[in-house]
């Protein structure tokens, strides 16, 4: 019995050792599984996306232009991981070159770390890992990517300004997750398609002045015209760094640079402004026509071409695309629906309006140059001997700011055209603001003197009246503006008033010609009528003072019976409570509180009431009241100037 239950006995034994090894094995599979469920979950495959660099479909708004959305094309570093692998990025310098505290470096995704030549590669500045805290907060711009397209009144986070606003005006962030190279939607006319150009068309030398670009939108630009410029017409890229301080733009872009052929970059040891940057790029530029363009561009498909055939043709012209907007803050494409031209007030500022019937109907096509009294400054060319031998820029501006302005007039003066090219478009980015590092204003006023010091003749009065910080400096300090007198006279340049006359004949209609101007004087007490401004338009006031030639001092007596302070055009002579105030003018045709009769015998009567402004009699009353026009001797009034129709 016992020899049959040993048998028995050592199967068991057997079977349970056989069991255990079984479960073990079981165990080990469960826990590998587990593993590479794990895997699996915290690394997802890659989901099928659309070509990288390209446009999601566009709809097209007649009143809005193009909204295009963007996909992203660049990998974000906000946190190294042991997946990852990084290389430096093909082009770029060494990381000693950069600043202390940055690094550029490329990362490849982790599923294509075995085949390093199909990973897709991008970059961006990130801090030192010593340099970064442990954990960010949640919500942390940094830590939270932005989601595409933003959205309007949308920021990098709610109710958080845009990264990179303050630096540069625009959203420098979201501009770096956006694809260097990319296509644009066609918003050309449709016979701009039908056109055929010459292959003997002029070359082209486009350049390019920054100061602290942003790296992306710097690239950009440049990508943009080497991808749509035909090879046969682009002669070269000059870019003309002027001295800029960012360190990726330094040695980092000599190396980018160095890799793409036809462009060059020059970098100065000075700070040079816009206006003479360009001179410098133009001087190295062996191209037939010159093409400036700001550093935040983007050119469509057939933007060249056009540019060249017209120039071909003129030689005495400078010409401009038809500049479209690129957002600031969401960098969507906008295009202008209707065409515009070129055109500026008395205060030199530059404005678009739209093309004028008289204009519309002297253009054979839709496609048809547009006249424009000026250009923009964003995309201007011109033939490059043309350009010389007219004065190029006006080398004693300093900085930016009307330099396009003066080009423009001086053209037209001096018996050249400026003309707008329908069949060629660039998206330009204006910015929110001008940045710190970008702004000077003064600079900018002094530019302006200088074109109504040499161009504007007699009509530099109106300039003036329209610009008190102008006067104020004109007044302080003359510009010497000789080398530019006497190269309108060596050019056998026409006066303003020709160009008035001829190219723009609604300027003069802006500035309504004042029937009378200059000091207000009282008769009776002695004294001028002097603006005090206040905190706010309600708290100034009209007084009495020494007369004097401040600004402040300065009215203007015009057609349609206001009198409008010189040193605020936009204010006019008002009544309350029986007294004289200045308010804002309300241009209203008819019952206004703010009309006046100029009257031959000196009194000023107020329509509305039928009484006459009279100066206050003691000295401790310095305003200026209404009352019951008796022709006493403080109720009688002497403009400085009175003007008849010459300058109409």
Request: aromatic residues 8%; proline residues 5%; charged residues 25%.
């Amino acid at each position: 019995m016992r020899r049959q239950l040993q048998p028995a006995s050592m199967f068991l034994r057997k079977k349970c050792r056989y069991g255990s090894r079984k479960l073990q094995f079981l165990l080990l599979f469960l826990m590998l599984g587990f593993l590479l469920l794990m895997v699996t979950t915290l690394n997802p495959p890659p989901s099928n996306q659309s070509k990288e660099g390209t446009f999601q479909p566009v709809e097209f708004n007649p009143r809005e232009g193009y909204q295009m959305d963007f996909v992203e094309t660049q990998e974000m570093l906000e946190a190294q991981e042991e997946s990852q692998q990084y290389y430096p990025l093909d082009g770029l310098s060494p990381f000693i070159s950069l600043r202390e505290d940055e690094l550029i470096m490329a990362v490849v995704s982790p599923t294509g770390k075995r085949n390093h030549s199909k990973a897709r590669k991008g970059y961006r500045m990130v801090k030192q890992q010593s340099r970064r805290p442990e954990r960010k907060a949640e919500g942390d711009p940094e830590s939270q990517p932005l989601s595409l397209p933003l959205q309007d009144g949308q920021g990098a986070a709610a109710g958080k300004r845009p990264l990179g606003l303050d630096t540069h005006g625009f959203n420098e962030v979201l501009s770096e997750r956006i694809a260097l190279r990319r296509d644009l939607p066609e918003v050309r006319h449709p016979l701009c398609l039908q056109q055929k150009y010459d292959s003997s068309l002029p070359t082209a030398s486009v350049i390019i002045c920054f100061h602290d670009e942003a790296w992306s939108t710097l690239l950009r630009t440049v990508h943009s015209i080497m991808d749509t410029a035909p090879k046969a017409f682009l002669k070269d890229i000059i870019l003309v760094d002027d001295l800029s301080q960012q360190g990726p733009l330094k040695s980092a872009l000599s190396e980018y640079i160095s890799k793409l052929d036809g462009v060059k970059l020059i970098r100065s040891n000075k700070r040079l402004g816009v206006i003479r940057g360009r001179m410098l790029g133009a001087a190295r530029a062996t191209g037939d026509v010159l093409i400036f363009m700001d550093s935040h561009c983007e050119c469509q498909k057939g933007w060249l071409e056009p540019l060249l055939a017209r120039l071909s043709s003129n030689r005495n012209s400078v010409v401009s695309p038809v500049i479209d907007v690129i957002d600031w803050k969401t960098f969507q494409y906008y295009h202008s629906v209707g065409l515009h031209r070129g055109v500026f007030d008395w205060k030199l500022d530059f404005h678009w309006e739209a093309v004028p019937e008289h204009e519309e109907k002297v253009r054979q096509s839709p496609i048809s140059p547009i006249r424009s009294p000026v250009v923009a400054g964003a995309v201007v060319a011109m033939d490059r001997h043309y350009f010389q031998n007219t004065g190029a820029y006006d080398s004693d501006m300093t900085m930016w700011g009307a330099e396009n302005l003066e080009l423009s007039i001086r053209t037209w003066l001096c018996g050249g055209s400026v003309e707008i090219i329908p069949c060629s478009r660039v998206g330009h980015v204006y910015r929110n603001h001008f940045p710190r590092a970008f702004s000077y204003e003064e600079a900018i006023v002094r530019n302006k003197i200088r074109i109504a010091e040499t161009w504007l003749g007699s009509f530099k009065e109106n300039f003036y009246k329209h610009d008190t910080v102008a006067f104020l400096i004109s007044k302080a300090e003359k510009p010497d503006c000789t080398e530019r007198l006497q190269l309108q006279k060596r050019l056998g340049c026409r006066n303003f008033q020709w160009f008035v006359s001829n190219v723009y004949p609604e300027l003069s209609q802006l500035g309504d010609t004042p029937r009378f101007s200059g000091k207000l004087y009282s008769t009776g007490v002695g004294f001028c009528a002097d603006y005090r401004p206040g905190r706010a338009t309600a708290e100034g006031s009209i007084e009495l003072s020494p007369c004097s030639d401040s600004l402040t001092q300065h009215f203007e007596y015009n057609s349609v019976k206001e009198i409008r302070l010189g040193s605020a055009p936009l204010l006019c002579f008002d009544v309350r409570h029986g007294k004289v105030i200045p308010q804002n003018c309300t241009k209203e045709t008819d019952s206004s509180n703010q009309h006046w009769d100029v009257q031959e015998n000196g009194m000023i009567v107020h329509v509305l009431s039928g009484k006459c402004i009279e100066a206050a009699k003691s000295e401790d009353e310095k305003d200026l009241f209404l009352c019951a026009c008796n022709k006493n001797a403080n109720q009688v009034w002497q403009f400085e100037r009175s003007h008849g129709l010459r300058q109409r």
